[in-house]
């Protein structure tokens, strides 16, 4: 059938608007399958990328875990005479920089320290806190924030939270 139809139209199709038209075919047909073949290539480089980006998330993360502050926290020293409270921040890991203490109950305010403040490995500071008002501190859990951040200018937050017998510590990262 093909055959025949060239054939019948040979005069045209050999002149120069056939192969011209022939020729136009056979690019738009070439650009077609190129355009195909290179979104495929473009979707999977992406892919490759994202993947990639993933990647070093999840191992900047992990770095950074590994970079985390290593505290510990004292049971509380509690004066119901002065209502106050002093905790002992140790740093047994690499240096930290303490920030800022945040999220004081109502009725507790800190003494403050010189912010930001260095804790170097080994190193410890004493918190102290004054207990205004109404507040138990026998009876009462009380618990705050603390911002530190590493060499790397990474920011952690630990919880420190002291149990109504003051000799539960705990101290939780977020």
């Known amino acids: 059938m093909m055959m025949e139809w060239i054939k019948e139209n040979a005069e045209w199709v050999f002149s120069g608007l056939g192969i011209f038209i022939a020729t136009l075919l056979g690019g738009v047909a070439k650009w077609l399958i ?7 290539k473009h979707e999977l480089q992406e892919e490759a990328l994202q993947n990639q980006r993933d990647r070093l998330a999840l191992e900047q993360e992990r770095l950074r875990l590994e970079m ?4 510990d926290v004292s049971n509380p020293i509690i004066n ?3 209502r ?7 740093n047994y890991g690499e240096t930290a920089i303490l920030k800022r203490i945040t999220r004081l ?9 010189n912010y930001p403040y260095r804790l170097e490995n080994g190193c410890n500071v004493r918190l102290w806190f004054r207990i205004y008002g109404a507040q138990n501190m026998n009876t009462d859990t009380i618990s705050f924030d603390v911002e530190l951040e590493d060499n790397l200018h990474n920011s952690y937050t630990a919880r420190v939270v002291i149990d109504h017998t003051g000799h539960r510590v705990e101290l939780i990262f977020l």
């Not at 985390?68 to 505290?71: D, I, V, W």
């Not at 106050?84 to 140790?90: A, C, D, E, P």
């Not at 507790?108 to 320290?113: A, G, K, T, V």
């Open 34 to 40: 190129s355009r195909c073949k290179n979104k495929r």
């Open 105 to 113: 109950p109502n009725g507790c305010r800190e003494i403050p320290l």
């Open 80 to 82: 119901n005479i002065d």
């Open 84 to 90: 106050t409270m002093m905790i002992k921040l140790v």
């Open 68 to 71: 985390r502050p290593n505290l």
